[in-house]
């Protein structure tokens, strides 16, 4: 007979995954105060000291935003500190700034083979495609694919992310209800085929980096695939590892 050892998670674990379906459930909203740890507390029947050790790792993972003397916040793609969690390219000089950006096209497709691996859909479900160039101190710097599910963000169009002011990843969460928490990257060096050398404004052949994000929302579902090429003849790819 073989013997079966239960696996239990310490309870602040447990407490982060119940704060963490509420959340999921869009019990507070992006930008909105959740309950104080208290208020937590007497809710799960835990200690203080437990739900500040939950809090703490889900602001540690920029789930949760704390403010001295105001509480705890739900993390919101408006504020500016998001914005360079998922923009890594930086300036060789100066201070990173956020871009401007040239919507090129948004069309809705059927997906192809790969897309609908990594957003795990049916190849052949609808998706939306996006292309744009993204302009740092007026230079074409990045040109690229973006690639959303077809039903989680229909109705978007050219038109709605010409009008939008501010990041796309803001745009997501106010019309369409998608929070990114997290993405996973692979980064190569390529060289600048037709397209790209067009859009950038280089000879073919010149270097580039290309980054292909995965991007997820709660539950680790994929709402977004990002095949992208950067110039770095006065940028790089700046990543904190800690």
């Not at 105001?70 to 914005?83: I, L, M």
């Not at 691996?117 to 052949?124: N, P």
């Not at 209800?177 to 600048?192: D, K, N, P, Q, S």
């Amino acid at each position: 007979m073989t013997e079966t050892i239960a696996t239990f998670s310490p309870l602040y674990q447990q407490i982060k995954a119940l704060i963490l379906g509420s959340l999921q459930a869009g019990e507070w909203k992006p930008g909105e105060a959740i309950p104080s740890e208290n208020d937590l507390a007497t809710r799960f029947k835990v200690s203080q000291g437990t739900v500040r050790k939950a809090i703490d790792e889900l602001a540690s993972e920029n789930l949760l935003v704390r403010r001295q003397g105001k509480g705890t916040f739900v993390a919101t793609h408006h504020e500016d500190r998001v914005h360079f969690r998922f923009l890594r390219l930086v300036p060789d000089n100066g201070e990173p700034h956020y871009p401007k950006s040239t919507i090129l096209d948004c069309k809705r497709l059927r997906a192809p083979a790969e897309i609908a691996r990594l957003l795990d859909l049916k190849s052949g479900d609808a998706v939306i495609q996006i292309e744009r160039i993204l302009y740092f101190s007026e230079e074409a710097t990045v040109y690229e694919e973006i690639w959303l599910p077809g039903t989680t963000f229909k109705g978007l169009s050219v038109e709605r992310l010409v009008d939008w002011r501010g990041p796309m990843y803001a745009l997501f969460e106010t019309e369409f209800g998608t929070h990114m928490v997290r993405a996973t990257e692979r980064l190569r060096a390529v060289a600048a085929d037709e397209l790209s050398a067009k859009h950038l404004g280089v000879e073919q052949n010149t270097p580039l980096l290309a980054v292909e994000r995965v991007s997820y929302t709660y539950g680790e579902r994929p709402v977004e695939v990002r095949k992208a090429v950067y110039l770095t003849a006065s940028h790089h790819y700046l990543n904190e590892l800690n």
